[in-house]
């Protein structure tokens, strides 16, 4: 039987939950990495498919702040489930070692693997360059704002997670959901 795709979610208890949801929908089996177990267990209880989900979904309860731990669990998870073929990151940048760490195992695998980078409004303007592994095929998103009504305000969790599903299913290198512009009108 072939083997179903693996994908690693970091924020799939919070703002990626949907995105949690459709990977399940496309056939993924999805590790969630996330520090609140209960939060985890009612994301998995809010599927639109009951019977398929508790087998699909796996919890990586941690904090990505602890390095060594962090690296352990992944250990983990790849030696039962494989490197996986997709990681979707929304990692905070108080955890700069974190995404690294993650990708180290992802580096192993011998064909190719995609890596949706998910970051905050402001880093849009500093423009970094993430270092990423040969094998890697890398996907930047920026979380933008939202201005109606002459009012300004953050992205809801919803329209974060249908930008990031857009993202995978055109493909696209970079993408900003919502906008940037101006911004000076960009919530307080
Ligand atoms: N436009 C922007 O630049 C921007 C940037 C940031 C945020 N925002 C807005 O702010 C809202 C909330 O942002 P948020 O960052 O709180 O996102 P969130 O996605 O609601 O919550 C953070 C997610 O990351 C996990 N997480 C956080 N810290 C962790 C840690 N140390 N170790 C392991 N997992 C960890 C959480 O797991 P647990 O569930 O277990 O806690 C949760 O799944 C968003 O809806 C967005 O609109 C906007």
Not at 10 to 23: A, D, F, N, R
Request: proline content about 6%; some cysteine; hydrophobic content about 35%.
């Amino acid at each position: 039987m072939k083997k179903k795709p693996y994908a690693l979610v970091v924020g799939g208890t919070g703002m990626l939950e949907k995105v949690c949801h459709w990977l399940v929908d496309q056939d993924y089996f999805v590790s969630v990495i996330n520090r609140h177990e209960e939060r985890f267990q009612e994301m998995v209880k809010r599927t639109k498919q009951p019977a398929k989900q508790p087998e699909r979904f796996h919890p990586l309860t941690l904090d990505y702040h602890d390095g060594e731990t962090l690296q352990s669990k992944i250990q983990e998870a790849v030696s039962e489930h494989g490197v996986p073929d997709l990681v979707v990151s929304w990692i905070h940048s108080s955890a700069p070692e974190a995404l690294p760490i993650i990708m180290k195992h992802c580096e192993t695998r011998t064909e190719p693997w995609k890596l949706l980078h998910i970051q905050g409004s402001s880093s849009f303007f500093v423009k970094e360059n993430t270092p990423v592994p040969e094998n890697c095929q890398y996907r930047r998103v920026y979380l933008g704002f939202v201005v109606e009504d002459n009012q300004s305000r953050w992205l809801t969790h919803h329209e974060i997670s249908n930008g990031v599903i857009k993202v995978l299913q055109k493909d696209y290198k970079e993408t900003v959901v919502g906008t940037l512009k101006p911004w000076h009108k960009r919530p307080g």
